[in-house]
């Protein structure tokens, strides 16, 4: 049985990895699919360098990331060179691996593949919305699957009625839909802890995509962001930047005194390095800190913070269920978004 695997960055590579010595896979039957935004972009695409020599694919294809408007509006090659491999496995039998449910890439692989089983890998917070557009039946609104019909010359309205999870997250079984639990290795290792120094993981939460409100109001975000510099005010406070956060809004963030960091690696990668780790590191829900707790015997102090409820404007029931798996994790303090100044000092 052939596998093809969709990924899209470098942080769902591991549980990509951890899929293969689960089922496993060969290296002969494995194929692996690696979608980018920017092909040109050398040093935020450096990791795939990696992925091109380890050898557990038979085959490897680096893609340029389209959609099926952008590509009726400016054409696109990235496609039909995505269909015309694709076409070359339809007619034996394959398992396909994505950390993305219901995107154009993996309705138009489904389609053509027609798979015995659609595996959704660990996309940290994303794997929480999945199931939540399980639940809800959301797929595609019917003039956009339409519009895919007639450009990709195939019926696209057909639904994914089953899907796998393959998590390690305490996810809620739902319908016919299966899961399969893994574990992280945890691993051994040294910690100096700086007990002058915090950590902030930044966040996409209060950034609004494209025709669609931020999770919550950006006003939110930056009053906890001023009462955590309150609370720690004689302490250095390290803002990690999110890949998404643009340029305006961490200079602003940068106002409230606190030493901007970019990073293009996943933070996990990041922390393994640290010579001296400062002693908390908080976020925002998310699922770095509850990685860390898994892969790593010694971790420093670990804050998330939990918003209301009644400040999310979208994605409440992601949330929620999210929280509530981070609840069974005697490893993570979760704090209220109004409780930042409660916060013991130890």
């Known amino acids: 049985m052939n596998n093809i695997f969709l990924i899209y960055t470098e942080h769902q590579y591991k549980s990509l990895f951890h899929s293969i010595k689960h089922f496993n896979i060969t290296k002969n039957k ?30 490897t294809f680096v893609i340029e990331e389209w ?53 959704i890998l660990d996309d940290g917070n994303a794997s929480f919305s999945v199931m939540v557009q399980r639940k809800n039946k959301y797929t595609y609104n019917f003039t956009y699957s339409l519009l895919s019909s007639f450009f990709h010359r195939r019926n696209m309205l057909k639904s994914i009625d089953e899907i796998t999870y393959f998590t390690k997250y305490n996810l809620p079984s739902i319908g016919n839909d299966n899961i399969i639990k893994y574990e992280e290795e945890v691993e051994k290792n040294l910690l100096k802890l700086d007990n002058n120094c915090v950590i902030i993981l930044g966040s996409t939460i209060y950034i609004a995509p494209p025709n669609m409100k931020s999770i919550i109001d950006p006003s939110d975000y930056f009053n906890t962001l001023a009462e955590i510099r309150n609370k720690f005010k004689s302490k250095t406070i390290k803002y990690y930047a999110h890949r998404f956060e643009n340029e305006e809004s961490l200079d602003s963030i940068g106002k409230f005194g606190f030493e901007i960091v970019k990073n293009n690696r996943p933070f996990e990668k990041v922390f393994k390095d640290f010579e001296t780790c400062p002693h908390i590191i908080m976020s925002y829900g998310s699922p770095i800190l509850d990685n860390l707790t898994r892969m790593y015997e010694k971790i420093p102090r670990l804050i998330t913070i939990r918003m209301d409820l009644s400040k999310y ?11 509530k798996d981070f609840e069974s994790n005697k490893n993570l303090e979760i704090i209220n978004h109004n409780k930042i100044n409660e916060i013991e000092n130890r």
Request: glycine share 4%; with cysteine; proline share 3%.
């Open 313 to 323: 404007r979208r994605a409440r029931l992601d949330f929620e269920l999210i929280y």
């Open 67 to 119: 959609s099926v408007v952008n590509s009726i509006i400016r054409g696109s090659r990235s496609a039909k060179y995505f269909v015309n491999i694709l076409n070359s496995f339809s007619n034996s039998r394959c398992r396909l691996f994505s950390p993305i449910y219901n995107s154009d890439s993996v309705n138009l692989a489904y389609n053509i593949l027609n798979p015995y089983d659609l595996i």
């Open 30 to 59: 494995a194929v692996l699919f690696v979608f980018v935004k920017n092909r040109g972009n050398k040093p935020k695409n450096s990791w795939i360098k990696n992925v091109l020599t380890d050898g557990l694919f038979k085959k």
